[in-house]
């Protein structure tokens, strides 16, 4: 049993995760802005789980958080597993980006991933154990047009994880990455709409479009993505970097 801090977990990715390794026995604390979302997914969860509000982008808001984290885990093994899952995608061609577009980006899709593993590492190397998952995407891996800002923090979030799993080897602390391309989440849906509103194209051909653009002709399910986190954080070696496209079903997301 191991005890796991989950950002973004209030909604899709995150919320599939703190269900996917509970159901797995494993301790849960459930952090993200929305408390009530929290409190549902907590309460809907058979094993225990602590539901924490924390805002990612605000340092202090962070380690009131894991004040409260910490106590919570002292007398349960502390905190072994990390999943920076927090994020959000903001679309503007780069015509028309601007400073507080490029900040907003960074802030929640780099700067809060780097914020929680600077906090959270040291104790796991003192430890001598641990393992980081970091939620990236496939715009962590090449550009997509409309989403400059979003893409750069993404390649940074990679970045940061490659060179920080490279300063983990032989000190048994494990950091992984995933790259999910279109998932079918809160996140994709609220795009949908606003390519909608763009576009005059129904919600629904749009949908279809971004399936069709993922490899494997689908959308991906945030089950799946959650059976990529666990396995990492089980069993993933340090450096890990997997790249889910659809074009393979994994785990039970199917
Ligand atoms: N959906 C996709 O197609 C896709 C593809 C590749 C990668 N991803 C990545 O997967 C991750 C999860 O996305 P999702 O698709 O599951 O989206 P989602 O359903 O919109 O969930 C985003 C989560 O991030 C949290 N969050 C946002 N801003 C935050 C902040 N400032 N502080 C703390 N938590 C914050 C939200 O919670 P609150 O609002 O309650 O704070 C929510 O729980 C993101 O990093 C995203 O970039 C998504």
Same mark, same amino acid.
């Not at 599939?16 to 309460?43: M, W, Y």
């Not at 340092?59 to 597993?81: H, K, Y």
């Given at each position: 049993m191991t005890l796991t801090?989950? =950002?973004? &977990?209030? +909604?899709?990715?995150?919320?599939? =995760?703190?269900?996917?390794?509970?159901?797995?026995?494993?301790?849960?604390? &459930?952090?993200?802005?929305?408390?009530?979302?929290?409190?549902?997914? %907590?309460? +809907?969860?058979?094993g225990e789980a602590l539901p924490l509000v924390m805002d990612?982008?605000?340092?202090?808001?962070?380690?009131?958080?894991?004040?409260?984290?910490?106590?919570?885990?002292?007398?349960?093994?502390?905190?072994?597993?990390? *999943?920076?899952?927090?994020?959000?995608?903001? +679309?503007?061609?780069?015509?028309?980006?601007d400073e507080a577009l490029a900040a907003r980006m960074m802030e929640v899709n780099f700067h809060g991933a780097r914020r929680l593993m600077e906090a959270l590492l040291p104790g796991m190397v003192r430890g001598g154990s641990g393992a980081v998952v970091n939620v990236a995407s496939s715009a962590g891996l090449a550009g997509y &047009?409309?989403?400059?800002?979003? %893409?750069?923090?993404?390649?940074?979030? *990679?970045?940061?994880?490659?060179?920080?799993?490279?300063?983990?080897?032989?000190?048994?602390?494990? *950091?992984g990455l995933v790259c999910p391309h279109y998932v079918d989440t809160p996140m994709t849906a609220a795009s949908l709409e606003k390519m909608a509103q763009k576009t005059q194209k129904s919600p629904e051909e749009?949908? &279809?479009?971004?399936? +069709?653009?993922?490899?494997?002709?689908?959308?991906? =399910?945030?089950?799946?993505?959650a059976d990529v986190i666990h396995s990492l954080l089980s069993e993933g070696a340090n450096g890990s970097l997997v790249e889910l496209d659809g074009s393979e079903p994994v785990g039970n997301g199917e």
């Open positions: 801090l989950i =950002t973004g &977990a209030s +909604s899709g990715i995150g919320a599939a =995760t703190a269900r996917a390794l509970s159901a797995a026995g494993h301790i849960v604390i &459930a952090a993200a802005r929305r408390l009530e979302s929290l409190e549902g997914l %907590c309460d +809907s969860l058979e990612v982008t605000d340092p202090g808001s962070i380690s009131s958080a894991l004040e409260e984290a910490q106590a919570f885990a002292e007398a349960r093994g502390g905190i072994e597993w990390l *999943v920076n899952n927090a994020g959000a995608a903001e +679309s503007a061609p780069v015509t028309k980006a &047009a409309y989403v400059s800002a979003y %893409c750069a923090a993404k390649h940074a979030l *990679v970045g940061y994880s490659r060179a920080v799993s490279a300063e983990m080897e032989s000190k048994g602390v494990r *950091v749009l949908r &279809a479009f971004l399936a +069709s653009e993922n490899p494997g002709g689908r959308l991906i =399910t945030p089950e799946e993505v």
